[in-house]
């Protein structure tokens, strides 16, 4: 799907969560005891269709998460991403649209609005925003305080909550005392003490570390879970998606441009920036009977091949190879090293005409450097073929 069309449900919510006149959501006494409960109102999910337009700026987006499921949010810098959580959260002021939060109106219109502190919804962003005069079980109990949880049994759910995110031992340490992953822990048992409706997360582990950022995940994942918290991630890193999220939600320059199951939209990406999420080459190019070709590069296409002209072509870096002489086999072909970028594994080949990345070990890059022609050749049989939608970029690959 693209441009304003909805995220498709993946799953239906369960029903559950007392409701009072009004349709909010009555508090479950064990938010306050640390307790595993379930998302209030857990039956309607959020929807959400939010038009913002500044200069230079245009968001026009449609969301739809399953209650008790994650979707994540991904696009380049400056698609729009904050700007829609924002609007999400209440903070921010939009031009058109609405948002529906499991069956009651947060925004019936830009100027209807529920004030933040009452739409049930939490933003936790990269900076864990912790207060630095209370302790990490000051910090946690406050959140309870604020929704009517007595002193002691706030307290009591603070030991809760930071036992359940491995802090025990660290309750009475003031933020300047904990380490980045540490506060950002203590931020996240104060978010989802509060049983909130939906939790908004704005790339929340950019700032840590790879270790601390896989070890937060991996909490995240587990309490998110466990509540079964309404959740939308914004994020650039396909492994969060991949671990915490049900559904992805592409946002391009303030557009979706693809939707759909985590799995099903990094196996075949609809646009560049899709495909450098995934770590995939997408090549469009133009079929002409039993053949596909991209510049110099030409491909026979599978059996029964039914996309329309033009389709891509989508195949990993790892799958392409550098060969001596020119080219000469089906798969093979000429082009020029546009620059050299160094991985983990060793060295990714970025070319030109088209656009393709190739890994190959640091020993293998030895004499490449820009503007040296190579030939290349990737199998037929490691190739898969997408339709290309019409508002997709025109070529691209893995960034």
Do not use: C, Y
Not at 26 to 42: C, L, N
Not at 110 to 128: C, E, H, K, M, Y
Not at 254 to 265: A, E, H, L, N
Not at 337 to 347: D, F, I, K, M, S
């Amino acid at each position: 799907m693209t441009g304003g069309d909805e995220a498709r449900t993946w799953a239906g919510g369960r029903t559950g969560g007392r409701r009072r006149a009004g349709g909010e959501a009555a508090r479950d006494d064990g938010a306050a005891r640390g307790e595993p409960v379930r998302s209030a109102g857990i039956a309607g999910g959020l929807h959400a269709r939010v038009v913002v337009r500044r200069a230079g700026f245009a968001l026009d987006a449609a969301l739809r998460v399953p209650a008790g499921e994650v979707v994540a949010l991904m696009g380049p810098s400056g698609a729009g991403k904050s700007t829609l959580l924002g609007v999400l959260a209440g903070l921010g002021a939009f031009d058109e649209g609405h948002v529906r939060l499991h069956g009651r109106f947060l925004d019936a219109s830009p100027t209807r609005r529920v004030p933040p502190a009452s739409r049930g919804v939490v933003l936790l962003g990269q900076d864990p925003r912790l207060f630095p005069h209370l302790t990490a079980r000051e910090n946690v109990a406050f959140g309870l305080r604020v929704h009517g949880v007595g002193k002691a049994a706030a307290l009591a759910g603070a030991d809760q909550w930071l036992g359940r995110v491995g802090l025990h031992g660290v309750a009475r340490r003031r933020p300047a005392q904990l380490s980045g992953g540490q506060q950002q822990r203590v931020a996240l048992a104060r978010a989802l003490a509060t049983t909130p409706a939906a939790l908004l997360l704005d790339e929340p582990l950019t700032s840590l570390d790879t270790e601390t950022a896989a070890d937060v995940r991996a909490l995240l994942h587990e309490q998110l879970r466990v509540t079964r918290t309404t959740a939308v991630v914004a994020t650039h890193d396909a492994v969060d998606a991949v671990a915490l999220a049900q559904g992805l939600v592409v946002l391009e320059a303030g557009t979706v441009t693809q939707t759909g199951p985590v799995r099903d939209v990094l196996a075949s990406p609809a646009t560049r920036f899709a495909a450098a999420v995934a770590g995939l080459n997408r090549v469009v190019g133009e079929a002409t009977g039993a053949v596909w070709r991209a510049g110099a590069l030409a491909l026979p296409l599978p059996p029964g091949h039914r996309h329309p002209s033009p389709s891509a072509a989508v195949f990993r870096p790892g799958d392409v190879r550098i060969v001596p002489g020119p080219a000469r086999a089906v798969g093979e072909w000429e082009t020029r090293v546009e620059r050299l970028e160094q991985t983990p594994a060793g060295v990714r080949v970025r070319t030109a005409a088209p656009d393709v990345a190739v890994d190959v070990a640091a020993e293998k890059a030895t004499g490449l450097a820009p503007g040296t022609t190579v030939t290349l050749r990737v199998s037929p049989a490691d190739v898969r073929f997408v339709p290309q939608p019409a508002t997709a970029a025109a070529v691209g690959g893995v960034s």
